[in-house]
């Protein structure tokens, strides 16, 4: 059983440093998703009492 697959991956692994970049890009989109998600959240329920009263 040869390991040509192994190359493969290797050779994908580093093309053009894309990699890297989604070590740091694919975290921060989920941060700034949760943070926007709690932002909209915190309004909503800021706003709601107002309302109501």
């Given at each position: 059983m040869r390991?040509?697959?192994l190359?493969?991956?290797r050779l994908l692994a580093h093309q053009g440093?894309?990699?890297e970049i989604g070590l740091v890009?694919?975290?921060l989109a989920v941060v700034?998703?949760?943070l926007?998600?709690?932002d909209r959240r915190?309004?909503?329920l800021a706003g709601h009492p107002?309302?109501?009263a």
């Amino acid at each position: 059983m040869r390991p040509d697959h192994l190359t493969d991956i290797r050779l994908l692994a580093h093309q053009g440093g894309w990699d890297e970049i989604g070590l740091v890009a694919v975290p921060l989109a989920v941060v700034a998703t949760l943070l926007w998600v709690a932002d909209r959240r915190a309004r909503r329920l800021a706003g709601h009492p107002k309302d109501e009263a």
